[in-house]
Structures are given as C-alpha cells and as structure tokens.
C-alpha cells in the first residue's frame, strides 16, 4: 500500500517541475520544458495502465475468431464465451491478469457506485480492438521508448545550451539534479489515488453483498438501489430489514434531474462559484481558449466523446470531451491531443499527456459543444487555444 510519508516526495517532485521551467525559460528563453522531461517516467501506475493494455490487446490480435466477437460483443458477460473460441482462453487469462491490477478503476471511479472494469470487463472491448488496429504488435515498448529518448534527447540539449551560459557548469549541476528529481518522482503521483481506489473496490463488494440479501428477501427491487441511500441508511435497513421503497424512488427522481444541470466551469470547496475570463492577448481571433497543460501544437480529428465505452479512436485523433480520469488513460496511447472542458495543470488528463507527449488544453468552456465530432482542429499547448479549422 502507498506510504503517505511519500506525499513530501510526490510534491517535491512537482515543485521542480515548476522551477525546471521558471528557470530554463528565464535562461534559454524556452517554455515549458518539463513537459517533455516529464515522457515515459518510471512508476507511473496510471501511464503503465495505459500501455500494460497494448500487452492484452496484443494477445487477442492473434485469434480472428475473438475479434469478430469482440467486434459485436454487447455489454454481457464476454468472459462467459471467450473460452468458446480458438484463442479464447489466452485472451481471457490476459485480461483476467490485467484485471487484477488495474480492474478496480472506471470512470468517474471516486463514485463507489460506478461500474468497474471487473464488475464490466466489455468496457475495455473498444480500447481492446482501436489498439489492434491502431498499432504493431510489441508497441508498449516502442511507445514508452519513444518518450524516454525524447526525454533524454531534451535533457541533453538544455545541457549542452546551459553549458556556454555565464556561470554554465553550475546551472548545469543545478538543472541535471532538478531532472533527476523530476524524472525518479514525479511517477509516483499516481498511487494515493490508485490505492484510495484500491480500496474503495473491497468496500464496495463487501456493500452490494449486503445488498444481494436485501434483493433476496424483497426489501429493495435491485442490487443498485442502495445507491440512492447514505451508509447510515443502509446500515439501518440491513439492521431493522424494512425500509420505505418511496425514498429509493423519489431519489431516483432527483438524480435524473441533477443530471440535466451543468456545473459550474470552476467552484471551490466551499461551494463558490468563481467566474472570470482567460487572457486572451496570444489567442487568434475565433479561437477557443483555456489553459495550456502540455506544450506543442497538433493538428487532428477531434473526437467528441462524453463515455469512454463510445471510443471508436483512429490513430492521430484529438480527444475532445468534459474530463478525464485514470479510466480514460488507456485511450491516451492513440491519441495525438486532449482538449477537456474541466481541469487544471495538475488533474489527471493534464499529468498523462504530459506523460505521454500530447498537446494538450483544459477548461475549455461549452468545447464538446463548440466542436463537432470529426471536424478538424488545431490546439495548441503552449499557449492554451483551440482553432476549429473546417
């Protein structure tokens, strides 16, 4: 389990991040260059996700039989009819064991009541067949090496730029230490959450357990009711065995509403809603603005997706959607950009593209409004814009 003593680690980590690029930008003139520094770190438990599924999908890219399943699969229990097929067993094993890492997330996963991939394994289905055909068998290697040279490349231009400077062999010492931090480190932001997620997941089976026995004796109608009760609900119910199903129906009622509301692009813990503009001195005229998270400019197909199950992503695509979370990370590795609606320089979509080597902006207001699916854009990373070219 993650230690939080490594908090001080994780934030040290992400303080030299900062002063890597204060400083290179203020002595080479050239921003944000811990993007690029930041590719294919190790311990990374959420960019490994995103890869360990090229492995899987590279399983199942040997059988025809188990694509053209998978190809009209439905939401069923596809582990029912794998073994049914030449290959099956193989592909079944490969995602069982991925399943064992990583088969706790799903999006929207810090909600205990979100299906997760062991719960729905046909989730991973669509992510499973864009890697077959987006991608050469073996491309987990080739993928995380391409960054890691990328990385290394950078790091040694800074140096041997930093070198010729006034003073160049101590900022030299200084910025070649700050790298090392950054690339041992910065990994390791992932895993609070991955072991809070962890967790969550045993907590949940013990809960539907409980719910299993209430369904058994007629208390409530489904497993998924007692999604609508607090725990102090729940708990109650399990101990007195009687509740007044109108409370599960009138919730449902409510979610169903709230679920037609739009939130607010930024609101502080407190519940503040903060309203403001972007500068937009550096936007060209009709472009959409936000926050730049990972430098470098791209151009693509976007792809507007609201559920990652919809993903039908082709290599060079532009991911446009509201958020992201770990879930979504394993769409990442055939993507060429990202462009959310929420976020900030540290949520996640911002982390893996940086991880990963993608341009990407957040908080772009009304964007998977603004773009239509398939039109081609341009986003640029560096200074936070996206232009719709056609």
């Known amino acids: 389990m993650f230690d939080p003593r490594s908090l001080g680690v994780i934030t040290t980590a992400m303080v030299t991040a900062h002063r890597i690029n204060k400083n290179i930008e203020k002595w080479l003139g050239e921003k944000n260059v811990a993007d690029t520094l930041s590719q294919s770190v190790p311990n990374n438990v959420t960019s490994e996700m995103g890869l360990a599924l090229l492995d899987v999908s590279d399983v199942a890219r040997q059988y025809p039989e188990v694509i053209a399943y ?11 009819e794998l073994p049914k097929l030449e290959g099956g067993t193989a592909v079944l094993n490969a995602m069982q064991n991925y399943l064992d890492k990583y088969g706790m997330r799903c999006s929207g996963e810090i909600d205990i009541t979100k299906t997760r991939w062991w719960e729905k394994p046909s989730l991973l289905v669509p992510i499973i067949l864009s890697n077959i055909k987006n991608f050469e068998p073996n491309a987990r290697i080739t993928k995380f090496e391409e960054g890691r040279l990328e990385a290394e490349a950078k790091e ?14 101590k900022k030299v010492k200084k910025t070649k230490k700050m790298i090392s931090v ?19 997941f045993i907590y949940k089976k013990a809960l539907m357990n409980e719910a299993a026995k209430l369904v058994e004796k007629g208390i409530i109608k489904s497993k998924e009711d007692v999604y609508y009760l ?9 101990r007195t065995q009687q509740l007044d199903y109108e409370i599960i129906t009138e919730r449902k009622k409510a979610y169903d509403y709230y679920e037609t509301l739009a939130p607010p692009r930024l609101m502080t813990s407190e519940g503040e809603v903060i309203f403001g503009e972007y500068n937009t001195e550096n936007v060209p005229e009709g472009a959409l603005a936000g926050i730049p998270v990972s430098s470098g400019t791209i151009e693509g197909r976007a792809r507007v997706l609201l559920k990652m199950e919809d993903a039908d992503i082709e290599e060079g695509d532009i991911l446009v959607t509201t958020f992201t979370d770990p879930s979504w990370t394993p769409l990442f590795v055939s993507l060429k950009g990202l462009v959310t609606e929420v976020g900030g320089l540290m949520t996640h979509g911002a982390v893996i593209a940086r991880e990963y080597g993608l341009p990407a902006v957040v908080g772009v207001e009304n964007a998977t409004q603004e773009i239509n699916d398939g039109q081609r854009i341009r986003i640029n990373g560096t200074e936070g814009y996206v232009e719709i070219l056609d």
């Open 70 to 80: 998978f190809e009209k699969a439905e939401d069923g229990d596809i582990f029912k």
């Open 156 to 169: 040694h231009d800074l140096l041997r730029r930093l070198e010729k400077l006034p003073n160049g062999k």
């Open 182 to 200: 950054l690339r041992n480190h910065i990994g390791y932001r992932e895993y609070p959450k991955y072991d809070w997620i962890c967790r969550m």
């Open 230 to 238: 607090s725990f102090e609900e729940f708990r109650e119910v399990v």
